[in-house]
């Protein structure tokens, strides 16, 4: 596509994307630095990060809130030396992700999409981010025999994404069909040694913590009793739990922000 009068065309290749480097002979195409430029936009938008945390950033993550102050900061400054030591010393990817936890409004999906779009800016990395439920839904879809798409078309590009960010994980009921269709997402990922960021609202069963301040909560809160029990034993190798204890933002700062005075 040639670029239109208002953009800016490139100075070193004229906006063709790739330079004649010579090699003593007719010389060898390369590609432009611009196009690494260009890239982490593009890998952005086919990260398919949702507009309400497109703007997210580790730096703009507050941590300021009246309770759970230390928790936000520790949550963030996991997610920054994350990123930092994502490359390894043999040059590739670290394998593990993240399993950020905590009820709703603390900023779950904030870290892991503010992660995502950081590793995928400085590394180039090819992302994906799904929340569970809209995944269950569009493969769900599939079904119908009207549909064009594939249970295989949509799993796919989650299975494969270098980073995944897997958002809300347990919302589901945790039916047998929900259960193969996770298995199958993690399993994958698992042996493919591909990175998975999660988000969930329920603790683990090892969260004495957690059951000591709730003794009444029922057995279905806990993530133990929302995923098979071998893919709650993967998800320990696959991410590094990050809980994260504070007051609901949304409805501690946003609601009041919201509204509207007589």
């Known amino acids: 596509m040639e670029p239109t009068s208002e953009e800016a065309v490139c100075p070193d290749c004229g906006g063709r994307g790739w330079q004649i480097r010579a090699d003593g002979g007719n010389g060898t195409a390369v590609p432009c630095d611009c196009q690494k430029t260009q890239e ?3 890998l952005l938008q086919v990260a398919g990060l949702p507009e309400r945390y497109q703007s997210c950033r580790l ?23 994350y990123v930092e030591e994502f490359l390894t010393t043999q040059g590739g990817f670290r394998e593990s992700g993240l399993l950020f936890i905590g009820p709703p409004g603390v900023g779950k999906t904030h870290l892991a999409a503010a992660t995502l779009s950081t590793l995928i800016r400085d590394y180039r990395v090819r992302g994906k981010f799904v929340d569970f439920t809209s995944l269950i839904y569009q493969i769900q879809a599939t079904f119908d025999p009207r549909s064009e798409g594939s249970k295989q078309a949509v799993l796919d590009p989650v299975m494969r994404a270098e980073v995944l960010v897997l958002d809300e994980l347990g919302a589901q009921k945790p039916s047998p069909w929900v259960s193969e269709t996770l298995y199958l997402i993690l399993n994958t990922r698992y042996t493919r040694r591909l990175p998975t960021l999660f988000t969930t609202n329920y603790p683990l069963e090892e969260d004495g913590a957690a059951s000591e301040a709730e003794p009444g909560r029922s057995p279905g809160q806990l993530l133990s009793h929302r995923i098979p029990a071998m893919l709650l034993s993967r998800l320990y190798e696959m991410a590094q739990p990050v809980v994260i204890d504070s007051l609901d933002y949304r409805q501690t700062i946003k609601m009041h922000q919201h509204q509207l005075n007589p």
């Open 59 to 81: 730096d703009n993550f507050r941590v300021e809130l009246p309770v759970g102050r230390e928790s936000l900061a520790r949550a963030r400054a996991i997610a920054e030396r």
């Open 40 to 42: 982490a936009p593009r």
